[in-house]
Each structure stands twice: as C-alpha cells, then as structure tokens.
C-alpha cells in the first residue's frame, strides 16, 4: 500500500529555472511533511517541512506547498542550481501516534547548467 | 552543527551471519529510527525507539532484527542471521518529537551479504 507516491521518476530542469517536484498521499490522517534530499550512498538530508495547518513554507529558494483537499504537496526550487542534483523524497507522518515517517518513492532531479 | 553518525560505513559478512550496525543519534534527540534502502527502491521504515523500547515496527523487522540502547549515546541494529536479501543501505535517524519534527538520518551503512 503506497501512501505516499511520487509519480515522476525523474526531472530534468535547465539552471536557473524552478524545479518542481510533486508527491501524492492518502492518508487523511498525514499531518506533517518533509521533503529530503539525497545524493548517492549517503544518508537523506533533511531539506524544508510543513505541518497540516499551514498551506505554504518557505525556506531560501525552496517553498513547499500543501493542498490538503487534493492530498497534494510540492516542492518548488527557485532558482535551480547545479547542486540541487540529487534524488528528493517527500516523506509524512501522522500524529495518531504512530512513530514513523513514511517515504515517497522518490524523483531524481538533474539540473542542467 | 549535531548530526547522527554510523558506523562502519560498509559492511561485508557472509550469509547466516550476525551483524550489528551502530549509530550515535543527535544528543538531545529523544525518538530513534531504523530505515533501510535496497539499491534503487524506496526508503522504508524498519523500526522506531523511544524510551527504551520499540514504539513501532514494520512487517521487515522480523524476529532476525533486533534494536539496543546499550548506552547513553550508542543506538544499535542487530541481524541475527544475515540473508541475501538483507544487502541494502541501513539508515539511522533520531527526532526530538515522534511527530511534526524533523528526523536527522546519518550517512547509513552499506550492509552487503554474500
């Protein structure tokens, strides 16, 4: 049972241009997102999160946007860079009281210079 | 700045092995994570750790895994008998909160079985 899906594998986007990454969920009881960054054979860097009672956050040049009705978050990266090549997950948690965060499956972005 | 650190950072051992993967969470971090990653899949969750004992676990974490909080600081993996299947990147992450805070994920073990 995919919770959370990230339909788009992969992403190319030209330098200096917004990158924006989707992801998908299910559980209505999801309250909490986070988005992840990770290059290869190392751990996911923590990147911007949101909480269920706000519809957009803010972080630099990253933002991420919650439509709750459609269970529906972005992550817009504006502008894109180089560095910003990696694979993003978005991840969710409840607050049910389940202990976990749940994983998308992941979209490797590359940014072309 | 604090980060969760692993260690070793690959691991080789034969098939029926036991294995055990270490991890120094953040210190003021009060909820510990387990996550693995097969080569090219998704992220999932193993186990979480909260107060000395498991608050959750997933149908992967069988009777061959085993957690520990021998220390103070010390968070630990164990696989009694290593399968093949067992090869992936073993992740250790660690929250203030159990949720609506961030969890920090060390650089991971790369655990190979053979």
């Known amino acids: 049972d995919q919770q959370v899906k990230q339909n788009s594998p992969s992403l190319s986007v030209q330098e200096g241009r917004i990158s924006i990454l989707n992801c998908d969920y299910t559980n209505s009881m999801f309250d909490y997102f986070l988005w992840y960054k990770k290059y290869p054979a190392e751990g996911p860097t923590f990147l911007i999160s949101?909480?269920?009672?706000?519809d957009k956050n803010e972080d630099g040049r990253f933002t991420v946007f919650l439509n709750k009705s459609a269970k529906h978050l972005s992550l817009h990266i504006v502008p894109s860079q180089p560095g910003d090549s990696a694979v993003y997950f978005c991840a969710a948690s409840d607050g049910s009281g389940t202990y976990k965060y749940i994983f998308g499956t992941g979209t490797r972005l590359k940014v072309l210079a | 700045e604090p980060e969760v650190t692993q260690t070793p950072s690959h691991q080789v051992t034969q098939m029926g092995q036991e294995v055990i993967l270490r991890c120094v969470p953040i210190?003021?971090?009060?909820?510990f994570y387990w996550y693995r990653q097969i080569l090219g899949q998704k992220v999932e969750f193993l186990v979480s750790?909260?107060?000395?004992?498991?608050?959750?676990k997933s149908e992967i974490f069988d009777d061959q895994f085993s957690v520990e909080r021998p220390d103070g600081s010390n968070f630990t993996l164990k696989i009694r008998s290593t399968k093949l299947e067992d090869s992936a990147m073993y992740f250790c992450?660690?929250?203030?909160?159990?949720?609506?805070?961030?969890?920090?994920f060390g650089q991971g073990t790369r655990l190979t079985v053979v």
């Open positions: 992450a660690s929250s203030l909160l159990p949720t609506g805070s961030e969890a920090f």
């Open positions: 750790f909260y107060n000395n004992e498991i608050s959750e």
């Open positions: 949101i909480s269920s009672i706000k």
């Open positions: 210190s003021n971090h009060l909820y």
